[in-house]
């Protein structure tokens, strides 16, 4: 691969390359795509859906938009840092092209703003909670009348593939470098986890939008992985995104759990300590008077090593990630993955397995089942012209933005898919309690 394609101004809808001159001169480049993003009525629900602990009525607590933000932050910082190094490899880039470090930077902040935009409700267990509906539940009977891919789509439901599909729709037009950046996992669901790639671990795309990510593959000259299956190796910059998201729920996720009483406060020095070992000033930690500043002043330490040391690995193997060799996280190759792996295992047993936690979960599990039975129900019934009125009302609640009546059972059922992906958690458990009854 070379930087040269990699770099697309090309957006997303445009039949010929962008160059720079032909930019707005006050919104350069691929600053428009972070815009564009924020401004989305997607990421704005991102405001109301769990990040760690869901529904919590605590202020410090991260959403999925606080997340994102702060993912972004991290990306636009580590996109800034290895720009600079890729310049002062390749100056051409620069005195050529005209690219700038703060070009890598805004690439990488767009794509992680967007890299949970396409998150149900609830978290992971939201994903979990579509897949298992046709794995074992009344969507299991739509199996005989899809393609194996098509219902592998919604077995997994994934959201980074739901993410793709809102970010590749016509009102936001993104750079395809930045829509490359974004895709993390470059294959379609099936084969499942053919080798031990990283680019492998899940699946990018659906079916639906199998010919958008082909054409963005191609276009940034992505190298083709598999003659069998559609898999492409990473856009380099997909690296430092997912690097951005690894930083920042290690160790922002364990701030929540200590500021939340779940991890105690010791851990935090304890874990952290390896980590900040060259930046910590002492007296400027025990002159922290609450707990919460204590550790908002490790975890500011913490992120910072870790975006230096994500720059550093990414330089180190630059060639390799050209080449597509390259097969696992930057911070796998890190001199700190023993203080990282500790840190997630301790969330793990103290965060993401809390009863509050798990609770949520659960009810998280009937919400979304209940509402896809109601709601794939109402749309077929109505296909095939057996619509109850019930049925009628349903529909009438269902937004006219989306297309419930494709002539494609596969379709039909992915619109339903991406609707409840849309929900904020406090809007389907709304929409829940409608169909229940429980409203007035």
């Not at 989305?40 to 202020?59: A, G, H, M, N, Y």
């Not at 084969?191 to 031990?196: A, G, L, Q, V, Y």
């Not at 990510?213 to 299956?229: I, P, S, Y």
């Not at 930057?330 to 965060?351: F, G, H, P, T």
Request: charged share 30%.
């Amino acid at each position: 691969m070379n930087w040269e394609q990699l770099l697309s101004l090309k957006r997303y809808g445009d039949t010929n390359k962008r160059i720079r001159k032909e930019q707005d001169e006050t919104r350069l480049g691929f600053e428009v795509d972070y815009d564009r993003v924020i401004f989305s009525s997607e990421f704005r629900s991102l405001q109301d859906k769990t990040q760690v602990i869901p529904l919590s009525q605590t202020d410090f607590v991260h959403t999925r938009l606080t997340h994102s933000l702060e993912v972004s932050v991290v990306g636009r910082s580590l996109g800034r840092k290895v720009g600079q190094k890729i310049l002062e490899k390749y100056p051409h880039l620069r005195n050529v092209y005209g690219y700038q470090a703060n070009d890598f930077g805004a690439i990488v902040a767009a794509a992680a703003l967007a890299h949970d935009i396409g998150n149900p409700p609830f978290g992971h267990s939201g994903e979990k909670a579509i897949g298992e509906f046709f794995i074992n539940g009344e969507g299991k009977k739509y199996k005989n009348e899809l393609t194996p891919k098509e219902y592998q789509d919604l077995c997994d439901f994934e959201g980074n593939a739901n993410g793709f599909k809102i970010i590749t729709q016509n009102k936001l037009r993104l750079s395809y470098a930045t829509l490359g950046a974004f895709m993390k996992y470059p294959k379609e669901s099936l084969p499942k986890k053919p080798t031990n790639h990283i680019a492998d671990k899940k699946y990018g795309f659906f079916q639906s939008e199998k010919e958008k990510f082909e054409n963005v593959a191609q276009d940034l000259g992505l190298l083709k992985r598999n003659e069998k299956h559609i898999s492409f190796s990473r856009h380099p910059l997909a690296y430092l995104v997912e690097a951005a998201d690894d930083i920042c729920y290690t160790i922002i996720d364990f701030e929540d759990g200590i500021n939340l009483g779940l991890i105690e406060e010791e851990f935090a020095l304890e874990y952290l300590i390896n980590l900040v070992r060259e930046t910590i000033k002492t007296d400027t930690y025990y002159a922290l008077t609450n707990k919460e500043d204590r550790v908002s002043y490790l975890r500011a330490l913490a992120i910072g090593t870790l975006i230096d040391e994500a720059a550093t690995v990414f330089m180190k193997y630059e060639e390799e990630i050209l080449k597509g060799n390259f097969d696992c996280a930057l911070l796998d190759k890190s001199k700190y993955d023993a203080q990282i792996k500790d840190i997630i295992r301790i969330s793990v047993e103290n965060i993401y397995q809390s009863e509050e936690v798990i609770d949520k979960e659960i009810s998280g599990y009937q919400i979304i089942n209940k509402l896809l039975s109601i709601y794939t129900k109402a749309v077929n019934n109505s296909f095939n012209g057996t619509a109850s009125n019930y049925d009628k009302l349903i529909l009438k609640r269902l937004p006219k933005t989306i297309n419930f009546s494709q002539e494609n059972l596969y379709d039909r059922l992915l619109a339903v898919c991406h609707y409840i992906s849309l929900l904020s958690d406090s809007k389907a458990i709304l929409n829940f309690k409608t169909i229940e009854g429980v409203t007035f």
